[in-house]
């Protein structure tokens, strides 16, 4: 979990692919989630789910696996302000969100961002927008007004779960990135919390 990787430079695997926009179907009903801050002992399961990620070659430009060391290392450092939370079913953790800030320069205090992450089995089941809903409540009590994603563009699925959570496309940073001998773009959004004022 350092700042390049974990903590909001990645997008969001939050569902499969879709066509026309129809849902995939649910497998199987869904577990009631909890959402909790993530501890130490979270950390071997979302490292886990990060390098499912990192695997897919959809999410994050990161390409070697993470230990569930680094991840520890980087939840001790986070500020007040930043968060890390886990969405977890009877069976265990299922995936994870998380907030930082968007720059340590003070006129961007009001300024985050988020990523969420969730299991490649537990997708489709409305577990990463209990997740976002967490995040956005999260974000609030800190006081941030304005929420940033960044996804890769090829990620479509995760940009249109992130519009129908309220976030909109506000610009395309194009071939910023180079993996696996592909240029990909990398879609912003954002959301604003206008009942946020400033401290």
Not at 60 to 79: G, H, K, V
Not at 144 to 170: D, P, T
């Amino acid at each position: 979990m350092d700042p390049e990787a974990m903590v909001g430079r990645a997008a969001s695997p939050i569902e499969p692919s879709r066509t026309s926009g129809s849902p995939e179907p649910v497998t199987r009903t869904p577990s009631p989630l909890r959402i909790r801050d993530a501890g130490p002992a979270d950390c071997a399961r979302i490292a886990e789910i990060y390098n499912q990620a990192i695997r897919s070659g959809r999410s994050t430009m990161d390409t070697e696996p993470f230990t569930a060391e680094r991840f520890r290392a980087a939840l001790a450092a986070m500020s007040p302000r930043e968060a890390v939370l886990v969405g977890e079913t009877a069976a265990g953790v299922v995936g994870y969100g998380l907030i930082k800030r968007y720059s340590d320069r003070p006129g961007y205090a009001v300024a985050c961002e988020t990523s969420v992450y969730l299991a490649e089995d537990e997708t489709s089941r409305g577990y990463g927008a209990l997740l976002v809903e967490a995040l956005v409540e999260r974000a609030r009590q800190a006081r941030y007004r304005h929420l940033v994603a960044k996804i890769m563009a090829v990620n479509e699925a995760s940009v249109r779960f992130h519009q129908r959570e309220g976030f909109e496309v506000v610009g395309r940073q194009r071939e910023i990135g180079w993996l696996a001998g592909v240029w990909h773009d990398v879609v912003i959004l954002q959301r604003i919390l206008e009942d946020v004022e400033p401290a």
